[in-house]
């Protein structure tokens, strides 16, 4: 419409001897240089239209208020620690079980791999020794004392969990591994590297321990991630570790790297290894299989 009204005015304006064809060519250009800003203040509206309804998303969740309450005793420091699971059962939607009645003690110092089908609640049960959830029934013990009693802090700092997607942080390589923790000193970050096999892949490194890391980063492969993952709990020293299936996703070379780093993981630590195959629990001490 803006060039046709453009083109028309010059167009009765030229015929009436008032415009040169040169004035009727910059009325048509002035025109078309408008076309540009207008779709950016369209697509800025848009953006902001985005932004306005991801704002209110943000206040909704800032409003949830969580349902498990902060438990007021310490948890004793005495490692390994031991778990009971005593009758737990638990859904995450009501008439919805996912864990029925279930029991079981894992004496401090021994692993046990943790075997079943998808969906059969292997996952689940790292969930709840976290407290992300609060059992229906039953109760979880970690050492002698009701995980329900334990401070949140407590219980997460002394718990260590390594999962098969590992998370990075758009922050230097130090930050991601102590996890924002400036307490820990970079000698012992280093060393645990070194333990881990990753020394060449830190002697590489441009910057050091201050190399930035992007989320999701292409410059470290599935098998070095992993290993990123092991030394966060390295560095955390639980007392219980849970491996969620930490090799499922890695070649054969990897994996016999990533199998060290287990072992040297679990020695003196109460352990969980959850895994969909025989290989990954060979050197457990009990096997328990969720129907």
């Given at each position: ?6 083109m ?16 009727v ?5 002035y ?10 203040i369209?697509?800025?509206i848009?953006?902001l ?7 209110q998303r ?14 007021d005793?310490?948890?004793?420091t ?16 009501p008439n ?9 003690t ?9 075997l ?11 969930r ?15 050492g002698?004392?009701s ?15 390594v ?26 970050i ?10 060449s ?38 007392g219980l ?6 090799s ?30 025989l ?10 299989i969720?129907e």
């Amino acid at each position: 419409l803006g060039y046709a009204l453009a083109m028309s005015m010059g167009i009765w304006l030229y015929v009436d001897g008032t415009f040169t064809i040169g004035a009727v060519y910059l009325i048509f250009h002035y025109t078309s240089m408008l076309r540009e800003p207008l779709f950016q203040i369209s697509r800025q509206i848009n953006e902001l239209q985005r932004a306005t309804a991801g704002l209110q998303r943000i206040e909704e969740l800032h409003r949830i208020s969580t349902s498990i309450e902060d438990g007021d005793q310490e948890l004793s420091t005495a490692q390994p620690l031991g778990i009971t699971f005593d009758h737990v059962n638990f859904a995450y939607n009501p008439n919805e079980p996912v864990l029925k009645n279930v029991s079981f003690t894992l004496e401090p110092g021994k692993t046990l791999g943790l075997l079943g089908r998808t969906g059969s609640g292997k996952t689940t049960m790292t969930r709840l020794l976290f407290r992300f959830y609060d059992i229906d029934d039953g109760d979880i013990l970690l050492g002698n004392q009701s995980i329900k009693t334990i401070k949140l802090d407590d219980l997460r700092r002394h718990v260590g969990l390594v999962t098969q997607d590992v998370q990075l942080f758009n922050a230097t390589v130090r930050e991601n591994l102590a996890l924002f923790n400036p307490d820990i000193p970079d000698e012992k970050i280093i060393a645990t590297l070194d333990d881990l096999d990753l020394g060449s892949w830190y002697a590489n490194l441009p910057n050091g321990l201050d190399t930035e890391i992007a989320a999701g980063s292409s410059r470290l492969s599935a098998g070095e991630a992993q290993l990123l993952a092991f030394t966060r709990v390295f560095l955390k020293d639980p007392g219980l570790v849970i491996l969620d299936e930490p090799s499922s996703r890695l070649d054969p070379a990897t994996e016999r790297k990533i199998n060290r780093a287990v072992e040297h993981l679990l020695a003196d630590r109460t352990g969980i290894i959850i895994a969909h195959r025989l290989s990954t629990v060979e050197k457990v001490d009990n096997i328990m299989i969720l129907e």
